[in-house]
């Protein structure tokens, strides 16, 4: 029995259709904390078009149209490229259309750029119900950047609809900051990135839903790393981009960082709503910007209130050209988007703090509440 929800992110709108209910549940609890995801009667329109408008993504575990899709891309020219850390085979058709098949993680993609529809199928259920949320994401993505909006490399917390916005490069302490204020009251909007367009208001803000990576160091230094193992041993299932150094980490209660061969960190990775269930953090659905942190971590360092903070660049801004891991094989989003030049300078009008942080959450907490205070009073 066919199964749907409808995804709504101001502007935008993706439906996902399937007819094994674990492929929609998936979305549900990965969209449902930060966009509008709720249950909908699956679409009964011409050839499963959507009536309510956006885009269709229609999902699910199909043997025969998986074959049908793998052969189709074997006899037509194909190029090979790497989307989603995997080898994929693409096909582009003259009518535009493109087919995708991705041959050691049996999946196939067939994707119609004149309806917005798009077809996933494989031969297991987690596969395709991860490449369904990834891709509806991206559906919703090109659609916001049509409508205006800009993506920025920033987490943000939020407080009676104003938005916390914190930058800094890859280890500054993002997500660090932003946690660290839920954890004191604060509305999670995101951990990494955001949409932001300007308003009649301001500066709207939009959550962009993705998994969180949290350290074990901050983790136990929180008092949530034994509540997260005690909830992994009674079965609750991590996302599935989590090493299994790191699931095995935590059935031993073991909080000692893990580095793969790149010497980048292992950590523990939450589904959207986990940050809920789990942290017991409440997400936030939209704010407007209405101040910046630019923090740094210093292990050894007194928290304190930094030098004058540097101004936005090209770093802090998210484009097709930064999306290493999911180049823009489906061609969902616009070929050119607005000059963001007006949304900087806005930015640069907002109050903004420079923040040295260490590995003490406590007292970086108390830095961190106390500079928010004066940027967002009650």
């Known amino acids: 029995m066919l199964s749907a929800i409808r995804i709504h992110a101001d502007e935008a709108t993706v439906t996902v259709v399937s007819d094994t209910k674990d492929i929609t549940d998936w979305a549900l609890r990965y969209f449902g904390g930060w966009w509008n995801a709720t249950t909908v009667d699956a679409p009964a329109g011409p050839g499963g078009s959507n009536a309510d408008g956006g885009a269709l993504l229609l999902a699910d575990v199909d043997s025969d149209c998986l074959a049908d899709i793998e052969t189709l891309v074997g006899d037509y020219d194909h190029d090979e490229v790497n989307y989603a850390d995997a080898r994929t085979l693409l096909a582009r058709h003259e009518d535009g259309v493109i087919y995708a098949v991705q041959p050691v993680e049996r999946l196939a993609y067939h994707y119609d750029p004149a309806t917005s529809r798009l077809v996933i199928v494989g031969a297991h259920t987690e596969p395709v119900a ?35 916005l914190t930058f800094g490069p890859k280890g500054a302490g993002k997500t660090t900051t932003a946690l ?13 990135r955001v949409f932001i367009r300007p308003d009649g208001e301001g500066l709207r803000i939009l959550p962009w839903p993705s998994a969180a990576a949290i350290g074990f160091g901050l983790l136990e230094s929180t008092g949530l790393h034994e509540h997260l193992r005690a909830r992994v041993l009674d079965g609750e299932q991590m996302h599935p981009t989590q090493d299994q150094r790191v699931t095995d980490a935590l059935h031993a209660s073991s909080t000692k960082p893990i580095w793969n061969a790149k010497g980048k960190e292992l950590k523990p990775q939450l589904f959207p709503d986990q940050l809920s269930s789990i942290l017991g953090m409440t997400l936030a659905p939209q704010a407007h910007a209405t101040a910046l942190l630019f923090p740094r971590v210093e292990k050894d360092a ?18 097709s050209k930064t999306e290493d891991r999911y180049p823009a094989i489906f061609r969902l989003a616009p070929d050119k988007t607005a000059q963001a030049t007006d949304l900087t300078d806005q930015l640069a009008l907002l109050p903004r703090r420079a923040l040295v942080l260490n590995h003490d959450s406590r007292a970086s907490a108390e830095l961190l509440a106390k500079t928010a205070e004066g940027l967002l009073p009650e």
């Open 180 to 192: 660290l204020l839920a954890r004191e009251g604060y509305d999670l909007l995101a951990n990494d």
């Open 130 to 164: 991860v490449a369904a949320s990834r891709l509806a994401r991206k559906l919703i993505r090109g659609q916001l950047l049509r409508a205006g909006f800009h993506i920025l490399h920033a987490s943000c917390v939020v407080r009676d609809g104003r938005a916390l």
């Open 302 to 319: 007194e928290p304190q209130l930094a030098e004058a903070p540097r101004a936005l660049g090209e770093e802090d801004f998210f484009t």
